[in-house]
């Protein structure tokens, strides 16, 4: 269990989504869910147990890393063994990497503290959400990010508005590169309007590639290839 990084990490077969939700119960804990997605032999797979090990894995990367660019960081973490093609830990890992490139970066946050958050703040973001609910994760990753490095709360005023703001922002640029849903891709894209974000509303200056591209495509059978701003034999 847990070989395949793409498709059912079981079997490797390709999801089927279905709507309205079913209850299944999870090929590993056991317990039942409400489900929107089982691969094609029935086999279904909870957030929690999906994300388990990629958790782990982007936590130690987060903890260790001396750099100041997110976009590495988070490709780093991407070519774990516990982070699939696709999967909920993108939510977390989006958060993981910023939090880590802030800091590094001379952003004044516990950086313990502060990825334990995330992890609390980011397991409550269903998997698959960019299509059933029209906000993607990795998105509300971003917004994450700035709410926990300002300390933001329902009750605040500048801090609850900047929040919100990143969340807007990468949904546009989420958006603007359309579907299908490609973890590696709105990853990238949260993290780069983070960056804008925070040097120009945080004043701290985080790292990025002159030229971001992507090595995941040959696991994602439903890549864009050209039509990604990612693909690299682009042009």
Request: proline fraction near 4%; hydrophobic fraction near 35%.
């Amino acid at each position: 269990m847990g070989l395949h990084k793409n498709g059912c990490i079981i079997c490797g077969k390709d999801l089927k989504y279905f709507n309205p939700a079913k209850k299944l119960v999870c090929a590993k804990c056991g317990k039942e869910f409400e489900a929107t997605a089982s691969c094609e032999d029935g086999h279904f797979i909870c957030d929690a147990c999906h994300a388990q090990a990629g958790y782990e894995h982007i936590t130690s990367v987060a903890s260790h890393t001396d750099s100041k660019n997110p976009i590495l960081i988070a490709r780093e973490m991407m070519q774990g063994d516990g982070v699939n093609m696709h999967g909920p830990e993108h939510h977390y890992l989006v958060i993981a990497a910023l939090l880590a490139a802030y800091k590094n970066s001379g952003g004044q946050i516990d950086l313990e503290k502060s990825l334990q958050l995330a992890r609390e703040r980011s397991r409550k973001v269903p998997g698959g959400i960019c299509g059933f609910w029209g906000c993607c994760g990795a998105a509300v990753g971003s917004g994450i990010f700035i709410s926990i490095v300002t300390g933001s709360t329902p009750l605040s005023e500048k801090e609850w508005s900047l929040a919100n703001k990143m969340t807007s922002l990468s949904l546009d640029s989420i958006s603007q590169n359309g579907g299908p849903r490609c973890c590696k891709r709105d990853t990238k894209l949260a993290i780069l309007s983070a960056i804008r974000f925070a040097r120009e509303n945080l004043h701290i200056e985080m790292e990025q590639p002159e030229i971001v591209t992507c090595s995941f495509f040959g696991g994602n059978p439903s890549c864009k290839k050209e039509e990604c701003l990612f693909y690299p034999q682009k042009g």
